[in-house]
C-alpha cells in the first residue's frame, strides 16, 4: 500500500502542496471569528483532499492500466 501511494504521488506532490498552502488564508479568517469558521472550513479542506484522492488515484490507474484502482463513480 506505501509502495502504491509513493507512485500515485509522482508528480502530484507540488499539486497538493499548494492545495494545502491555499487554504492558510482560510485559516486566518477563521481565527476571527473565533474557530467558529472551522465548522464550515474543516469540511471543505477534507473534501477538497477526497477530490485530491480521487483525481490521482484516476490517473495512476490510467497511466498504469492499475483494474483495482480504475474506479468509476456514477453520481
Known amino acids: 500500500a506505501i509502495g502504491y501511494s509513493k ?3 509522482v508528480g502530484n506532490k507540488w499539486r ?11 485559516f486566518f479568517l477563521c481565527l476571527l471569528t473565533l ?7 474543516n469540511p471543505y479542506i477534507e473534501a ?3 477530490a485530491f484522492y480521487r483525481d490521482v488515484s484516476q490517473n495512476y490507474a490510467q ?12 453520481q
Request: proline residues 0%; contains cysteine; charged residues 5%.
Open 7 to 9: 507512485e500515485m504521488m
Open 35 to 41: 474557530g467558529i469558521g472551522l465548522l464550515w472550513l
Open 63 to 74: 497511466r498504469t492500466n492499475y483494474q483495482a484502482y480504475n474506479q468509476t463513480y456514477n
Open 48 to 50: 477538497a483532499n477526497a
Open 16 to 26: 497538493l502542496f499548494c492545495m494545502q498552502i491555499s487554504f492558510i488564508g482560510w
